[in-house]
């Protein structure tokens, strides 16, 4: 179940000849080894950074079918992510889990959800937005989580006392989900990895060996030791998102598809100033045509994440937001909530990249497709890039297809039912995990573990039960325990301080501080882990700290203003 010792997996890249070397290390590329090591391939992956550490980390934490995508006539795509919503579920309980959105619209709104014309009559508005409604519940099929409804005044009231009731014309109710994205990486790697797949992050393909004109071999460094391996397989996947063209030029010829990186912006909300209570709430129009949303962050902070922007891309590398980014959002939510949110609200900003295909001329991105593109390159490489973290498996499916068919093996689907591997027997694990917190007195972060690790959790407490001081959390008013520094460390290949604060869990994020008052602490434990000698820790520690300034801009908080290349002392 766990992703094997590292240096173990390297010994294996360097032996073994692979059906299949998946390289990245998102969602996408994770959903691809698990797919085809559940159908049997020998399948091996490699991550020039760290898991999760693009584009899948930085969404806005929701499983949906992209209710703004009915009016630009995208029923496919839509189609597809209310099935896969409704899959994973299923297949990951607890780590993907039904909420309900909250839908206002007001007679201010022009173009709510992005809708291109509105009739002239309020009441023909409110009807067409329904019929959108209706017609998402349809898409959903069988697999639907509940029905769209009509909220009265007082249920608004009740569920978001502090949203702007003035010129209200109607407000509906309907049901997505949400998730931890980073887990659910983890978890379709722990899945892949119990299917035999060897997974390797920090380890990054810098060329090709070619026989006959087509992919042999690839060389892969090891960031860790600064060593070059050849890695033999019969088929390679590119999966690498915004770094697609990037690989595609490693192998010597130029690439096929043109990848637009679209900015995503979130802002992280004590909850409490917007007075939201387990709702999320649909903010209809922005200046731009979009919406936002307002997604309630439980159990990992009483905090809300608000977002997102579409803007076009800047440094792909460390992608940050700006002054225009935050003030944007905060704008646009003082404007349907009767509250002033002010810069000294926000915890953090984060930031990434959506990898959209551009076909044709585009204005903007906020215009280009979710949808992905699956690339069968004369070379031998197969290149699955866009797409969104709902269709992962359906995408990853697709694309071992195509690999099967390189393969000369025939075709099954196996992973639409297939529960991931931390996720079966959940009401047993529920029951077992439960029990074993309360002995331990961690009741109150049983919420957090069942969601974070599925049957895995009862890994952790074991941890923490060997050595009283892993019971203690990283940060006082988070649910993260020590012990999980120790099983990231361990079990899931964390190799720097902002592995385990920024993917293992959020608190770079969550924490007001971002996590610097536990960096001595942490660092401590995953030196013990990793033999780091003691000018390896204070450089582990001053690069964290490098780290969150050039994020966040500030030690706590956000700057007051990023001003472009300086930082907030």
């Known amino acids: 179940m766990f992703l094997r010792w590292r240096d173990e997996a390297i010994q294996s890249l360097r032996e073994q000849e692979f059906d299949l070397l998946v390289i990245g290390g998102g969602i996408t590329a994770a959903g691809v080894a698990f797919d085809a090591a559940a159908r049997g391939l020998r399948v091996a992956l490699v991550e020039g950074r760290d898991f999760a550490s693009g584009t899948s980390r930085w969404s806005t934490k929701l499983i949906h079918g992209g209710i703004r995508y009915l009016p630009q006539f995208d029923i496919g795509l839509v189609r597809e992510a209310l099935q896969e919503r409704g899959r994973l579920l299923a297949n990951a309980p607890l780590l993907v889990e039904p909420l309900l959105f909250l839908l206002p619209l007001y007679r201010f709104n022009r173009r709510p959800l992005g809708i291109g014309w509105l009739p002239q009559q309020p009441a023909l508005q409110a009807l067409l937005v329904r019929t959108g409604l209706a017609t998402?519940?349809?898409?959903?099929?069988?697999?639907?989580?509940?029905?769209?409804?009509?909220?009265?005044?007082?249920?608004?009231?009740?569920?978001?006392?502090?949203?702007?009731?003035?010129?209200?014309?109607?407000?509906?109710?309907?049901?997505?989900?949400?998730?931890?994205?980073?887990?659910?990486?983890?978890?379709?790697?722990?899945?892949?990895?119990?299917?035999?797949?060897?997974?390797?992050?920090?380890?990054?393909?810098?060329?090709?060996?070619?026989?006959?004109?087509?992919?042999?071999?690839?060389w892969v460094r090891d960031g860790v030791n600064g060593e070059d391996l050849l890695v033999r397989a019969k088929v390679f996947v590119n999966a690498t998102g915004i770094w697609g063209e990037e690989l595609e030029r490693l192998t010597g010829e130029p690439p096929v598809v043109h990848i637009a990186p679209s900015k995503g912006v979130h802002l992280i909300l004590p909850i409490e100033r917007i007075g939201l209570k387990d709702v999320a709430v649909v903010l209809p129009e922005t200046d731009d045509g979009r919406l936002l949303f307002v997604v309630p962050y439980r159990?990992?902070?009483?905090?809300?994440?608000?977002?997102?922007?579409?803007?076009?891309?800047?440094?792909?590398?460390?992608?940050?937001?700006?002054?225009?980014?935050?003030d944007y959002l905060l704008d646009h939510a003082n404007r349907y909530f009767e509250t002033t949110l002010t810069r000294a609200d926000v915890i953090s900003a984060y930031a990434g990249y959506r990898p959209l295909i551009r076909r044709g001329l585009v204005e903007t991105t906020a215009r280009l497709s979710r949808s992905h593109e699956l690339i069968e390159h004369a070379n031998g490489l197969i290149s699955i890039?866009?797409?969104?973290?709902?269709?992962?498996?359906?995408?990853?499916e697709e694309t071992v297809d195509a690999v099967e068919r390189r393969l000369g093996r025939p075709i099954r689907h196996v992973t639409a039912q297939l529960p991931l591997a931390r996720r079966r027997d959940w009401k047993q694990v529920v029951e077992t995990v439960t029990a074993q917190a309360r002995e331990m007195g961690l009741e109150a972060h049983v919420p957090w573990l069942l969601r974070g690790y599925g049957a895995a959790a009862r890994d952790v407490l074991d941890l923490a039960a060997e050595e009283s001081h892993l019971a203690r959390p990283i940060v006082t008013h988070l649910p993260y325990l020590l012990a999980e520094v120790v099983y990231a460390t361990r079990y899931e290949q964390a190799r720097h301080l902002d592995d385990v604060f920024e993917r293992r869990t959020f608190i770079l994020f969550l924490d007001w501080d971002h996590g610097n008052q536990a960096t001595a602490e942490v660092s401590d434990l995953m030196a013990r882990e990793l033999g780091w000698s003691a000018e390896h820790r204070q450089r582990e520690v001053e690069r964290y700290r490098q780290h969150v300034l050039e994020v966040c801009g500030a030690v706590r908080g956000v700057a007051d203003r990023?001003?472009?290349?300086?930082?907030?002392?």
Do not use: C, Q
């Not at 639907?144 to 509906?172: D, F, K, M, Q």
């Not at 800047?314 to 700006?322: C, K, W």
């Not at 890039?385 to 990853?396: D, Q, Y």
């Not at 990023?562 to 002392?569: A, D, E, K, N």
């Open 299 to 326: 159990p990992y902070g009483d905090v809300a994440i608000l977002g997102t922007t579409d803007t076009g891309s800047g440094p792909l590398e460390t992608p940050v937001a700006t002054d225009a980014d935050i």
């Open 136 to 218: 998402y519940d349809l898409l959903a099929g069988r697999l639907n989580v509940g029905r769209h409804r009509s909220v009265s005044s007082a249920r608004i009231a009740e569920w978001v006392p502090s949203l702007r009731t003035r010129e209200l014309l109607a407000a509906y109710s309907y049901y997505d989900a949400r998730t931890e994205d980073a887990r659910l990486v983890f978890d379709v790697l722990a899945s892949a990895a119990e299917r035999g797949a060897v997974i390797v992050n920090y380890a990054r393909v810098v060329g090709f060996e070619k026989a006959g004109g087509r992919l042999a071999a690839a």
């Open 562 to 569: 990023l001003v472009p290349g300086s930082v907030v002392p």
């Open 385 to 396: 890039l866009g797409g969104k973290l709902t269709t992962f498996r359906a995408m990853a």
